[in-house]
């Protein structure tokens, strides 16, 4: 699968030192239907989990947004 970034996404990637091959890691692993996804996940070196939304059609995966989570929420995969 291809994954983009939108100008936003690699805007909040920067903002909060979220690197993209971190989120192309958690990406790889989890399989998408068309459509607009969300993923919430522990990462290693952060305090709080970190939440990509992206939007999957025809093979391309487009991250559109990625932060860290306040404290207290729970890790969730996929909705």
């Not at 805007?11 to 979220?18: E, G, N, Q, S, T």
């Not at 996804?37 to 487009?62: D, L, M, Q, R, S």
């Amino acid at each position: 699968m291809i994954i983009k970034f939108s100008r936003h996404a690699r805007r909040r990637a920067k903002l909060y030192k979220i690197s993209e091959d971190i989120i192309r890691e958690l990406l790889l692993g989890t399989d998408f239907s068309d459509g607009e996804h969300e993923v919430i996940k522990n990462v290693t070196g952060y305090k709080c989990p970190i939440k990509t939304v992206v939007a999957v059609e025809a093979g391309t995966i487009t991250v559109i947004t990625n932060y860290p989570l306040k404290k207290g929420k729970e890790n969730e995969n996929s909705l």
